[in-house]
């Protein structure tokens, strides 16, 4: 059984920053990819940052120049730090990691509310 568990969503104004943190655990032999991807009201949910296990990073063009993630392979976690946040960012943010069996497993969502 894999567990995924996503931390640091919140409020936050315009302009301002939030770290997101996700955290893999359970029979995990090798994770391949980490990302995240978001979700707003109405809209489908979007990629908006991926790392490979060497460090090959992907960004959505919304989030290129704001947005970082990073992983620590040993402990099986990513985080993405996001600055410059924008109205438009808000949205439940979701970690995915790609397994060796090369499965997707999912996060259960953590809100982003960027609003003054």
């Known amino acids: 059984q894999v567990q995924i568990v996503e931390s640091g969503g919140g409020l936050v104004q315009p302009g301002g920053s939030l770290r997101l943190s996700c955290a893999a655990s359970?029979?995990?032999?090798?994770?391949?990819?980490m990302g995240w991807y978001r979700q707003a009201p109405g809209n489908e949910r979007e990629l908006v940052a991926s790392?490979?296990?060497?460090?090959?990073?992907n960004y959505a063009d919304t989030v290129k120049g704001r947005f970082t993630i990073s992983r620590d392979n040993a402990n099986n976690t990513a985080n993405v730090q996001m600055n410059s946040l924008k109205p438009e960012d808000t949205a439940v943010y979701y970690c995915y990691i790609v397994a060796r069996n090369g499965l997707k497993y999912w996060g259960q969502g953590t809100q982003v509310t960027v609003s003054s």
């Open positions: 359970g029979t995990i032999f090798t994770i391949y990819t």
């Open positions: 790392i490979t296990r060497g460090g090959s990073t």
